[in-house]
């Protein structure tokens, strides 16, 4: 949000601004999601309280897309509850999670609502450092508080790196989470845009007790409006949020609802929108210093900033030239000397931002 309030500054002192800062797609919402919603609305003349479980229908399309997708069989009336996008469960969850531990791992640098959310539920917050010589991956020989804690958060593909996660790591994380008794929460938003190979999901480790998977429309189909995403878990874990939800009122409507079940039982829309996100990338990565084992997935490129210079001043110097990026000290101190590029404005502003960096950097 302070990338965007810079942004908009300039936009109102008449500076031309191209922003790359907040990761909000650009794309329009392909219009037979968009007709759905609408055939939903005329369909639903009153529109009631909907129950927290979410529709069948609903249920059921994401366990068809888990299925296909990740190759996963999951109970669609006991593993998956919807949600309002993944911000808000993500948020919350801590509410439920903790009981007598109440310790809560976050990796950093990273998505700030995992700290924010378990800070609000009383929980403790342990930070998780991500760095380079690792592959943005937490160094778990080193992590020491397993006893500790009750949530473990992670996030592959990752914000803000672009990194992915290897089967073995969910493995190895998910064996201590059994070993230990804490909940590995992670963190999926990002799963569908990619450039190379497919990413893996936590779900398909060989046993899934303990395991949490959040994942949402928002990035997946250009939903981030619509609110729309699924909580997948153990089926007592489930139960405790079907338990929660009525009192927060966060159960996504039925028109939304509706719509989001043509958006998960298609995979077109999806590949178009990789495949615009590679044209994007193209123009602008090779002009970057990207750090090593980043930018392999999502729409963001991270990447070093010149020697010397801080990332927040960084950024202030593209600003000037019109280029919006966000420091990555904005999302930690293991962020410090990075920055993060959203490929969410259009290809055109792509190509001219392109031009404008090649004669900045």
Same mark, same amino acid.
């Given at each position: 949000?302070?990338?965007?309030?810079?942004?908009?500054?300039?936009?109102?002192?008449?500076?031309?601004?191209?922003?790359?800062?907040?990761?909000?797609?650009?794309?329009?919402?392909?219009?037979?999601?968009?007709?759905?919603?609408?055939?939903?609305?005329?369909?639903?003349?009153?529109?009631?309280?909907?129950?927290?479980?979410? +529709? %069948?229908? $609903?249920?059921?399309?994401? #366990?068809?897309?888990?299925? =296909?997708? !990740?190759? *996963?069989?999951?109970?669609?009336?006991?593993?998956?509850?919807?949600?309002?996008?993944?911000?808000?469960?993500?948020?919350?969850?801590?509410?439920?999670?903790?009981?007598?531990?109440?310790?809560?791992?976050?990796?950093?640098?990273?998505?700030?609502?995992?700290?924010?959310?378990?800070?609000?539920?009383?929980?403790?917050?342990?930070?998780?450092?991500?760095?380079?010589?690792?592959?943005? +991956? %937490?160094? $778990?020989?080193?992590?020491? #508080?397993?006893?500790?804690? =009750?949530? !473990?958060? *992670?996030?592959?593909?990752?914000?803000?790196?672009?990194?992915?996660?290897?089967?073995?790591?969910?493995?190895?994380?998910?064996?201590?989470?059994?070993?230990?008794?804490?909940?590995?929460?992670?963190?999926?938003?990002?799963?569908?845009?990619?450039?190379?190979?497919?990413?893996?999901?936590?779900?398909?480790?060989?046993?899934?007790?303990?395991?949490?998977?959040?994942?949402?429309?928002?990035?997946?189909?250009?939903?981030?409006?619509?609110?729309?995403g699924f909580v997948c878990g153990e089926p007592e874990l489930i139960a405790a949020l079907r338990s929660f939800r009525p009192n927060t009122g966060t159960?996504?409507?039925?028109?939304?609802?509706?719509?989001?079940?043509?958006?998960?039982?298609?995979?077109?829309?999806?590949?178009?929108?990789?495949?615009?996100?590679?044209?994007?990338?193209?123009?602008?990565?090779?002009?970057?210093?990207?750090?090593?084992?980043?930018?392999?997935?999502?729409?963001?490129l991270w990447f070093r900033v010149p020697a010397g210079e801080s990332s927040e001043a960084f950024a202030t110097r593209l600003l000037e030239h019109g280029v919006v990026v966000a420091p990555g000290?904005?999302?930690?101190?293991?962020?410090?000397?990075?920055?993060?590029?959203?490929?969410?404005?259009?290809?055109?502003?792509?190509?001219?931002?392109?031009?404008?960096?090649?004669?900045?950097?």
């Open positions: 949000m302070a990338v965007d309030a810079k942004a908009r500054a300039a936009k109102a002192a008449g500076r031309p601004v191209i922003a790359f800062g907040v990761g909000e797609p650009d794309f329009p919402t392909p219009d037979y999601i968009v007709a759905a919603a609408q055939e939903a609305c005329a369909q639903v003349r009153m529109q009631k309280y909907t129950p927290a479980a979410g +529709l %069948p229908e $609903l249920r059921e399309a994401v #366990a068809r897309w888990i299925g =296909a997708r !990740f190759g *996963v069989d999951v109970d669609e009336a006991t593993e998956i509850v919807p949600t309002l996008g993944s911000k808000e469960a993500i948020f919350s969850f801590a509410q439920i999670a903790l009981g007598e531990k109440r310790r809560v791992a976050v990796p950093e640098p990273g998505y700030p609502v995992y700290e924010r959310g378990a800070l609000f539920a009383g929980g403790k917050v342990v930070t998780v450092p991500l760095s380079e010589s690792n592959s943005w +991956l %937490p160094d $778990l020989d080193a992590f020491d #508080a397993w006893d500790e804690i =009750a949530l !473990f958060w *992670v996030c592959y593909p990752n914000n803000p790196t672009g990194a992915v996660a290897p089967l073995s790591f969910y493995e190895e994380l998910a064996a201590r989470a059994r070993e230990h008794g804490f909940l590995l929460c992670s963190d999926e938003a990002y799963s569908e845009l990619w450039f190379d190979e497919p990413p893996v999901s936590a779900l398909q480790v060989a046993d899934r007790t303990n395991i949490v998977v959040f994942n949402t429309l928002s990035k997946r189909s250009s939903m981030t409006g619509y609110r729309s159960a996504p409507q039925e028109v939304v609802q509706r719509a989001s079940v043509t958006a998960w039982n298609d995979e077109a829309h999806v590949e178009e929108m990789r495949a615009r996100y590679a044209r994007k990338r193209e123009l602008l990565a090779p002009l970057l210093d990207l750090a090593s084992g980043s930018s392999e997935a999502t729409f963001y000290s904005y999302f930690g101190p293991s962020g410090e000397g990075y920055a993060r590029l959203a490929l969410v404005p259009s290809l055109e502003e792509c190509a001219r931002a392109a031009t404008i960096l090649g004669d900045v950097l």
